[in-house]
């Protein structure tokens, strides 16, 4: 019936034990050996305040909690309701108030006090730290925006002391902010303006406050554009008999259908005259086609098409027949996909050579959609 005693009644019950008990003479009257130390506890664990005091006679020691006004135990027995509770001694000189499983509210002033006349005390405090939680307000963890648009990512969580946010990207790229890259961003809020494709990835939430373990959140933003292409090699010149390979680069997100068209046929899927490989890697991809022993009805535009949903673009490439030699041109690269076979690389002959034979005027400009091929006379190369 103790267990909401206010500090008045505390005092009034200890003064009243005092003058109800025998109290026999003491050659000295009760003191304390030393402060009562505080204490910083994490939520969770148990917690043992201690109180030492020489010369305690019939005396009795009580623990109270300060700040929530209650009585906790008087001498050994505990009065509060409060199962987590317990007191306990050594030969009554030195008492302990235990607490287990401490919680946030446990945490304020302790005062051990001893029911001479006048009351003595002593105050100690117990601080309990609480390690990060996240505030569960995060409803969608994938973000999905088009780019070039603005987003703000955030992330709050709780604890004691009050948790430091910071942000940092899964795969260790430097985040864009503003014109600015960085590591590691301070603050709850994340703001991303006009964001680009290099943004897109999964960004952690990182939450601590020095008490362990330290937690993480994961979000991942995605960003959507129509396909793009470039292309190494615009212009490719090999001879009959031979296995060449053209390429083509493309960018896309979500990602695309990727495929090789000749004469608005697909080229690739079922004819074992060509071969077809593509290397993703993220929202890019490398395509490539091997055309294995060229004769004449190989030669001409070879378009590479990359569409998804948000758009559809092609490229083109040009394969025109020169003249077997035993030099080689270094511009088209070989392909490892075929360890049976090599594929040769064709030297770039003459502007005249090249431009008689593959019936192409010095004029000519060749155009397919957004990708287009042009002719230097100043240099003998085609690019």
Partial sequence: MWADCGLGWVVAIIHGLALFQNVKSHPSMPTFAGPVTSLTVAKGR?????????????????????????????????????????VSHYNFRTWLLHLKYVEPEDS?????????????????????VVPPEFVNDVVNRNI??????????????????????????????????????VELYDGEELVLQKVSRQSMGAYLCIASNGVPPAISRRMHVDITFPPMIWIPNQLVGAAE???????????????????????DHVVGTSDSKFETYQVVNGYKVHMKIVIKNLNENDYGIYRCVSKNALGETAGSVNLYKV??????????????????????????????????KAGIQDNLSFQEEETEISVEHSTGMYI
């Fill in 46 to 86: 148990d917690a043992t305040l201690k109180c030492v005091v020489d010369n305690l006679g019939d005396y009795r020691v009580a623990w109270v909690h300060v700040d929530k006004q209650t009585l906790l135990t008087i001498h050994t027995h505990v009065i509060t309701r409060n199962k987590r509770v317990s």
């Fill in 108 to 128: 304020g002033y302790y005062m051990c006090q001893v029911n001479t006349q006048p009351m003595i005390s002593q105050v100690g405090y117990l601080e309990i």
């Fill in 144 to 181: 999905s925006v088009a780019e070039n648009a603005n987003i703000s990512l955030s992330c709050r969580a709780t604890g004691n002391p009050i948790p430091k946010i910071k942000w940092r990207r899964e795969d260790g790229q430097p985040i864009i902010v503003g014109q600015k890259k």
């Fill in 241 to 263: 008999g031979q296995t060449i390979a053209l390429e083509c680069n493309t960018e896309a997100h979500p990602a695309a259908t990727n495929f090789w068209v000749r004469n």
């Fill in 323 to 356: 003249r077997a030699t035993s030099s080689y041109n270094r511009n088209i690269p070989p392909t490892s996909t075929l360890p049976d076979q090599e594929i040769l690389n064709i030297p770039v002959e003459s502007e005249m050579e090249v431009l008689e």
